[in-house]
């Protein structure tokens, strides 16, 4: 006799495409956190309806586990921490990851000079342990367009690669 447990029985009476959509959902959620707008993608492509996918993306709001308010400082973190990048660098992380605009300049506004200054010389110390064969003058090209690239301020830059005479005679 196959016995089914009443978990299961609900999971199985819930086999209509809202559900399904759901259960995608918080598979890709279990992996790792998502914005709204990542899992209106992600279950548009997997071919979920319009209707299905919205029912879904408003039951996973209305129970908390997408918001994107808590996902952008969570975000703004990583990129410091891990990512190393600079403001600019930081607004297309989120913007690419789907954080509005105004949540993006919220989550932001606590973010001071001084600490983007201290992630560009973390970054330009890691990368001078590569970079400490080449000529000063490559180095120093180098270093300048990768903080470029990670979205640092002109004076965030030129202070970060002045901070070089320093490293160097240590």
Known sequence: MNKRSPRKRICLKLKD?????????????????????????????????????????????????????HLAPELVRNAIDKRLLGKKGIQQFLSSRGIEKDLISESMSALSEDTEKETALRLVEK????????????????????????????????SAVKSINIIATD
């Open 17 to 69: 495409s809202r559900a399904e959509a759901i259960r995608y959902a918080l598979k890709l959620l279990s992996y790792r956190s998502r914005s709204e707008k990542e899992l209106n993608q992600k279950l548009r492509k997997k071919g979920f309806d319009e209707d299905t996918l919205s029912g879904a993306v408003i039951f996973l709001k209305d129970t908390e586990m997408v918001k994107d308010e």
């Open 127 to 158: 990368k001078m342990r590569i970079l400490k064969d080449y000529p000063r003058e490559v180095a120093k090209r180098r270093l300048i367009g990768m903080l470029q690239r990670r979205g640092f301020s002109s004076e965030v830059i030129h």
